[in-house]
């Protein structure tokens, strides 16, 4: 999914934008403080701390917080003012859920690190590896992984339910939060599908990016945050305008990081996805446009599991010499601007959108 | 988990209890409407047919709808009368939640078979043998299975979510699932690392049964149609008072059936738990009374994943001549007897514990 190393800037201190920097710190304290409860209740229960213990490390090791992020500015977007308990404990919500599909999601790529730390299953699977044989230890990371993941789903939506929100205001929630739920699953599904054979069909990628990152990461959250605000229609169809290209542009960046970024700052290798054989746009522009002799050997390369660095700048040269970077940077450029397009025109208060307007720059122009 | 084969006889046509027949019909429809609509927008997001097709056939496709039960019986013990419309779906989404643990508990387990028929995991990489290699094909078949699975969870929230219960109604019922779903992981947890190493640790096997079955199959559920209903304090103090031993019971009574069940009826193998390990109080209890011989020799049967139709025998032999298998029929018994007496004195309307004490010898008494 998507790179989830550095924080963003966010805030200019003196400016009259919403604290977003503050904001994502009290997300950070609610989750903090309900996975402490948690890891005591589970104690009491008998459960061994590895499970939460991993949990807890992981959600709280680093990420963008990009979906708290949104769900707060949506939340100033449809004005929103004063005390901001509830939406910040609708957003931690979010990122416990976010949790749960990127434990999923490393478990079935099979990636090692993620955040610049073991992934889950592999966490679990070094801590079981004293105590049975290696393949043993193996199964039950994979395992655990899926229940630890599990887990991280149960309590997003137990914390969603205990923000002390007025029923009607949670009822007004629950569908945003369900489509967002079944987006983010699509997404994954077909993305598990395509990858291992990226032809150059740019449809199923862009799908893809529509499911995993335009509606999951970016619409429903500022949705979710506008619709406690008690938003109307136009302010919803505003957020949606914006946030649709923006979250295009945002993944179609994240693939290019994917493959042309610094391992030491994204927090990821750039060998992943061109040894898994992600089918993304980019990919599927340089198959399209590629000569044949280069097709072949970019067909021969990508998906290769045992693919090396120079086997990946023979990748990078031809994306570069064949057009596919610019063609992804053009994209970005194209979809970054249609979102500030639809800013100009929302009806949203001027500080929530300027602190909109940082936010895409932010997430577009970024290099981790 | 549970053995999940064949539909359990519940009521009796002329007598004055709910028609839990009548419910259960009602439950599969609300299932069965809910999927196809779910089919249907899948398609037109160009999802491929297989993932929600796979689900419909495996959640369509058998079980004994227990938790739909229970819920359907806490609606009556809290004394709901009338349209049934809510709690049937209320019922039904605690089924596909119960879906979403058995597909990630039969990819965890590595089960090939479930309700006489191929488990998710399995039909998945079958159903994409033909266009990648085998290996290839078993990773996908896993992903795919994980994903299935979180849908759905993600979709038995919806059903709940749209049940159109007043909001305060909605409000009362979801801490009660909330504390259904930590609990079902919690087992499931514990079930995952006491597997393959059984000892004779009764406390850890006992821990599993209370939480995977005794108040997740039993006690939520039972509230979750009580809390519906506007039932009083009392009355799901008297739920809980059923609930934990009749849980208990049943999934004792599971446990043997697992080893001395008729795979015919039971619809899965009864060389699955043997193999794999599974630390049950059947095994805890023979490893505790067998003579130094035998317990060596159930050590290096049970968890043998090779173990064959005359090794388990050998098993089933020394749990019936140590007297563990008596032991457990005595613990059932006890247990049933403890449930009953709870009905006696529970303030619920007459034909609610008329249905209940069918409900608790259907649970206790079967072979299937």
Chains 1, 2 share one sequence.
Not at 31 to 36: R, V
Not at 98 to 126: E, I, N, Q
Request: overall charge negative; proline content about 6%; glycine content about 8%.
């Amino acid at each position: 999914m998507t790179s989830m190393a550095d924080s963003v800037p966010l805030t200019r201190p003196d400016g009259p934008e919403p604290d977003l920097t503050g904001l994502r710190q009290a997300v950070d304290r609610v989750l903090d403080d309900f996975l402490a409860d948690k890891a005591r209740a589970a104690a009491d229960a008998h459960m061994p701390p590895e499970a939460i213990g991993t949990l807890r490390a992981f959600v709280l090791g680093g990420g963008k917080r990009l979906r708290p992020l949104f769900c707060c500015c949506g939340w100033y977007a449809g004005g929103g003012t004063g005390d901001t308990t509830a939406v910040v404990r609708v957003a931690a919500a979010l990122e416990l859920f976010h949790a749960f599909a990127l434990v999923h999601d490393d478990l079935m790529d099979g990636s090692d690190t993620r955040r610049g730390r073991p992934t889950v299953h592999r966490a679990l699977a070094d801590h079981h590896r004293g105590d049975r044989d290696p393949a043993a230890a193996e199964r039950l990371g994979a395992g655990a992984a899926v229940l630890v993941g599990d887990l991280a789903f149960v309590w997003s939506a137990e914390l969603l339910h205990t923000t002390g929100l007025p029923a009607p205001v949670l009822t007004a929630l629950l569908p945003v939060v369900d489509a967002m739920r079944t987006e983010v699953m699509y997404g994954q599904y077909l993305d598990l599908l395509a990858t291992g054979d990226p032809t150059d069909d740019i449809e199923t990628p862009l799908r893809i990016v529509r499911y995993k990152t335009a509606t999951y990461t970016c619409q429903r959250p500022l949705h979710a945050g506008a619709v406690l605000a008690g938003a109307s229609a136009p302010v919803l169809d505003a957020c949606t305008a914006f946030a649709l290209p923006l979250g295009e542009a945002f993944q179609l960046r994240d693939d290019l990081l994917g493959v042309f970024g610094d391992p030491g700052s994204t927090g990821k290798s750039r060998l992943d996805d061109l040894r898994e054989g992600k089918h993304t746009v980019l990919l599927a522009l340089a198959l399209r446009s590629a000569r044949p002799a280069d097709r072949a050997e970019l067909r021969r390369l990508v998906g290769d599991p045992a693919l090396d660095e120079s086997g990946a700048d023979r990748i990078r040269a031809l994306l570069t010499e064949g057009g596919a970077r610019a063609g992804v940077e053009h994209m970005i450029r194209t979809r970054r601007a249609r979102a500030l397009r639809a800013l100009d025109d929302a009806p949203f208060p001027p500080a929530a959108t300027a602190a909109l307007r940082d936010l895409a720059d932010a997430l577009t122009e970024r290099s981790a």
